[in-house]
T-cell receptor, first 116, second 116 residues
Framework: AQSVTQLDSQVPVFEEAPVELRCNYS??????LFWYVQYPNQGLQLLLK??????LVKGINGFEAEFNKSQTSFHLRKPSVHISDTAEYFC??????????????FGTGTRLKVLA | DAGITQSPRYKITETGRQVTLMCHQT?????MFWYRQDLGHGLRLIYY???????DKGEVPDGYVVSRSKTENFPLTLESATRSQTSVYFC???????????????FGNGTRLTVT
């Protein structure tokens, strides 16, 4: 079975400061990892994904994440946040169809609050 | 325009009534999913489907029924609604996902269901 843990339910940070949102996963098979962002009263949008290759992946809006297989982590980072980054962020994992586990499992989310 | 559409956007129903949430996608994606989003729980998978006439239970399937007679539609039915099913429901779809494919999860805008 797969699972995702987002340790921080809320992260307040001042504008232009760096931020890291933590995500740890558990899986017995190879995984694909994702970060999604949800703005108020909207659906979820893909921020970035790790499928294979380089462990450092870059996404939209200046976000990046690093896949660390030994620590089973996929932390999200941004060097300088803006007020507009205030949203809820979800980490997700799937094994993909080739592993027979194509369902996507999400973490409980981290609310990022950017302060002026 | 290609996309994934959920209807209705908002629904109020009474305890014990049957209600169906609709989901339609135009990408011809094989995989479709239903999630519910609740504060403190993130997104929890209710049911998913790999193709027409193939469905599987997710993490929280009790009280829900799904069908998939056509690839593009994946309705979710609450047979006898309860207050605990008050939630925001998201439908999502995905194509084949693997190192050579690039079709992650796409979400609809959600249905906010209130059971009184």
């Amino acid at each position: 079975a797969q699972s995702v843990t987002q340790l921080d339910s809320q992260v307040p940070v001042f504008e232009e400061a760096p931020v890291e949102l933590r995500c740890n996963y558990s899986s017995s098979v190879s995984v694909y990892l994702f970060w999604y962002v949800q703005y108020p009263n909207q659906g979820l949008q893909l921020l970035l994904k790790y499928l294979s290759g380089s462990t450092l992946v870059k996404g939209i809006n200046g976000f990046e994440a690093e896949f660390n297989k030994s620590q089973t982590s996929f932390h999200l980072r941004k060097p300088s946040v803006h007020i507009s980054d205030t949203a809820e962020y979800f980490c997700a994992v799937t094994g993909g169809v080739l592993s027979g586990t194509y369902k996507y499992i999400f973490g409980t989310g981290t609310r990022l609050k950017v302060l002026a | 325009d290609a996309g994934i559409t959920q209807s209705p956007r908002y629904k109020i129903t009474e305890t014990g009534r049957q209600v169906t949430l609709m989901c339609h996608q135009t990408w011809s994606h094989s995989y479709m999913f239903w999630y519910r989003q609740d504060l403190g729980h993130g997104l929890r998978l209710i049911y998913y489907s790999a193709a027409a006439d193939i469905t599987d239970k997710g993490e929280v399937p009790d009280g829900y029924v799904v069908s998939r007679s056509k690839t593009e539609n994946f309705p979710l039915t609450l047979e006898s609604a309860t207050r605990s099913q008050t939630s925001v429901y998201f439908c999502a779809s995905s194509g084949v996902l693997g190192a050579d494919h690039n079709s992650p999860l796409h979400f609809g805008n959600g249905t906010r269901l209130t059971v009184t």
